[in-house]
Structure formats: C-alpha cells, structure tokens
C-alpha cells in the first residue's frame, strides 16, 4: 500500500510516537485521524495538522467503534490502524508499603493489550470490507510493544506483560485475518526521546543514550514513524515484531 492511500487512525495520536506517525503520513500524502484522551493537546495538534482528533478510551469497545465510524467518515474509509496509545505502568511487586495493588496491573494490561487488541479486532471488521488492493492486501495492523517485552526491568512486571501480550497476540492475529487481507505487525522500540524523557535531567538522558550500543543516542520519533511507513508500504512484512533499539539489551534495573 502506498502512503499517499493511506487512511489511518493513530492512537495515543496527539504526542509522542503517535503524533510523529500522523505527520509521516500526512507529508506522504496519506489520511491520518489522531485518537486520544488529551484534549487540549489534540485541539492544537489537529489545528497544526490539519488531522481531526477524537477523544477516545482505548479500553472501552462502544467509544472505539464510535472513534472507528467517525473517522472512517472524515476519510472516507479506513484501512490502517497504528496503536500508540499506552501508559508506563511502573511499580514493584513487592514495594516498601505494601505489594503492587491488583488494580494497578490489571489497568497497565488493560490500557496496553486489552485497548490495542479493541482497536485493532474493531478496525479489522471495518477493514474486512475494503475493496481488495495489491496482493488481495484489504488494511495494515501496526502495534506498538516494547523491548521491555524480552528484557523487563525491575519494577516493570506489569508493563512487560502487557507488551508482551502484543508480541505474542502478532502472530495468530495476522494468521487468522490473512483471509482478509489485512497484515498484522508490531514495532518494538528501544529508548527513545519522548515527552517523559525530555523531562528528566540531563545526567540521566547521557547515561540512558550511552547505554545503547550504536548509535548511542536515543531514538528519534520520526525514525519510529518512518518503520511505521515501511510497514504500510512493504506488503511481504506480516505476522512479526521488529525491535528498532540500536542493539540495546535492557539491564535489569
């Protein structure tokens, strides 16, 4: 699929990897529809951009069927979902207080897995009616994981599980909608300059950029949306998850 084709909904769209990807498309000519909870930074991206923004919870199915039927109305149609949307869910099974509350993981997992997974099932049962393009190709699937999914820190027990769900819901989901069409993948990406980032000291961000081996620096958002590209436009990749992390091997702590 070329990007210029693309219409797509972006959630966690309005910062971060999300934001960076609807740009990516928009400069290539594609459709983008940010989906996110942060009105006031979706009211000013959408007036930057020019892409329309729908505050939607992830993690409720009426409100993304919804966010799926508005959207595919601003673009005509719908034939890629790219899920950013995601919180950090840090905290120790065991902390100086108490153990880690059962809520606290069950809402990392459920924003995370279960909120990626509603999106992606919703778009595909739009996506299932697309007329048919280059190979039989009907949509594209992107999630986003984490390398935290192979290597989780301490204090990450929650959060590498959700991202581990995503790698391993990739590949049964993109055996079962192969008769659609519709590709699924995942992008696991290592340490990279976002929001959160950006507010820690300085001495922090030296010593996480010398941790990863080549290059040693962090990564660029726009070289995540860029991946996020390829994906779309590359329609032998199905049914993986790329890590894009500059070799890093996450510590234990």
């Not at 919870?57 to 950013?84: F, P």
């Not at 941790?211 to 990749?237: D, K, M, N, V």
Request: glycine residues 12%.
């Amino acid at each position: 699929m070329q990007l210029s084709q693309v219409k797509a909904i972006v959630t966690g769209g309005v910062s971060g990897l999300g934001f960076a990807v609807v740009k990516h498309l928009l400069a290539n000519g594609g459709r983008a529809v940010m989906l996110d909870v942060n009105d006031e930074a979706g009211a000013a991206m959408s007036e930057t951009t020019g892409a329309p923004y729908i505050n939607t919870d992830v993690t409720s199915e009426q409100a993304v069927v919804d966010a799926l039927d508005e959207a595919a109305g601003h673009m005509g149609g719908l034939n890629v979902a790219v899920n950013c949307a995601g919180i950090l869910g840090a905290g120790r099974v065991l902390g100086r207080e108490a153990p880690m509350p059962l809520d606290f993981f069950a809402t990392t997992v459920n924003v995370n897995l279960v909120g990626s997974f509603n999106v992606a099932k919703a778009a595909a049962s739009r996506m299932q009616h697309n007329e048919a393009g280059e190979d039989g190709e009907r949509g594209v699937i992107i999630n986003t994981a984490s390398v935290a999914a192979y290597e989780g820190q301490i204090g990450q027990a929650a959060y590498s599980a959700s991202k581990a769900g995503l790698v391993g819901m990739t590949l049964p989901m993109a055996r079962e909608l192969s008769r659609f069409g519709i590709r699924v993948m995942t992008i696991a990406p290592g340490i990279f300059w976002t929001p959160m980032v950006d507010g820690m000291p300085e001495h922090v961000q030296e010593s996480l950029s010398a941790s990863i081996p080549f290059p040693s620096r962090l990564g660029q958002p726009g070289e995540f949306a860029e991946l996020a590209g390829h994906i779309i436009e590359s329609t032998y990749l199905n049914g993986t998850t790329i890590r894009l992390d500059g070799g890093v091997r996450l510590a234990p702590k």
